[in-house]
T-cell receptor, first 119, second 112 residues
């Protein structure tokens, strides 16, 4: 089954304790992205990656790191989590072809979400 | 600064009503506008729009883009309780190499 998976789904942690949220897709997608969703603010992009070893900052990258060593995985790292990073996090992926502009190149498939609470 | 604004933020209707959700945007080098439906979990894709004036339709849902007005509408006719969800609009531009920008969403509640 084609899907995006995230782990863990729920996490409660304390300020300053490093954590990693994993994201994996089995659709051979080039584009992967992380979002956080907060009430009244919608989805805000944290980081995205156009392909292996290529990552770029989104709107709210502060306090986060990512890596893209393999095409299928795009982990989100919080080196020193703080309470303001309490949020619902989504990973997403899409098929991208350079210069492409058709339906399939822009539809993002979302993971199930990770609810993070930082105390 | 690039932005996507959705209105209304929240809407309560009764089954059978027709609703229109709005999305306006200011994005550098617009590429596409996407609508998603989010119930209790991850957003699911509804439509992608790239050209003005061409209506996309799926059952009771339809959407159209107006690039002159920098906006899009999502229509839902004969609403059902299962349409209750947050509807998200996202715009893909070429600002900062292909990022995706979402609006805050419209929360639709359909009462029986």
């Amino acid at each position: 089954e084609a899907q995006v998976t995230q782990n863990p789904r729920y996490l409660i942690t304390v300020t300053g304790k490093k954590l990693t949220v994993t994201c994996s897709q089995n659709m051979n997608h080039e584009y992967m992205s992380w979002y956080r969703q907060d009430p009244g603010l919608g989805l805000r992009q944290i980081y995205y990656s156009m392909n292996v070893e290529v990552t770029d900052k989104g709107d709210v990258p502060e306090g986060y790191k990512v890596s893209r060593k393999e095409k299928r995985n795009f982990p989100l790292i919080l080196e020193s989590p703080s309470p303001n990073q309490t949020s619902l996090y989504f990973c997403a992926s899409s098929l991208e072809v350079a210069g492409g502009f058709s339906f399939r190149h822009n539809e993002q498939f979302f993971g199930p979400g990770t609810r993070l609470t930082v105390l | 600064e690039d932005k996507v604004v959705q209105s209304p933020l929240s809407l309560v209707v009764h089954e059978g009503d027709t609703v229109t959700l709005n999305c306006s945007y200011e994005v550098t080098n617009f590429r596409s506008l996407l609508w998603y439906k989010q119930e209790k979990k991850a957003p699911t894709f509804l439509f992608m729009l790239t050209s003005s004036g061409i209506e996309k339709k799926s059952g009771r849902l339809s959407s159209i883009l107006d690039k002159k007005e920098l906006s899009s509408i999502l229509n839902i006719t004969a609403t059902q309780t299962g349409d209750s969800a947050i509807y998200l609009c996202a715009v893909r531009g070429e600002y900062n190499n292909n990022d995706m920008r979402f609006g805050a969403g419209t929360r639709l509640t359909v009462k029986p």
